[in-house]
């Protein structure tokens, strides 16, 4: 039991330390992870399971939908537009408990996540207020 408590000490000291960049691949991460476990309870037959990790990845999407910064023009509004159609993909994976649906959306998010990750750490994006463009 101390070693749970401990651990979510660790998870929410890491996330309040965090800079934008990496909040956003910790949130491609962890939407990854629900979609995988997703498919395998989709695969499992288990609809319940896999009603409620798909639940935490829409979440987690709508979380990165609320958070872009609109005034970042077109990147901002092709992340919005991109959100909103895995959005979209993750209500239907849902409604048809369809692995190949869970499974796009996985490559969609791994894509992302990919392309973050090779934004140096020091060199964020950032525009003349200091604030990075988009997520």
Known sequence: MAAGR????????????????????????????????????????????AHHAIIRARRIVTELMSTLNHDAGDIATHLYSLYHYLFRLLVEANLEQSSAKTQEAIQLLSTLKEGWEKIPAAAELKESSGQPIAT
């Open 6 to 49: 401990a651990y979510q000490s660790y998870q929410q000291a890491r996330i309040n330390t965090a800079s934008q960049r990496e909040l956003i691949l910790l949130l491609y991460g962890g939407a990854i992870r629900f979609l995988r476990e997703a498919t395998d309870a989709i695969e499992e037959k288990q609809r319940e399971r």
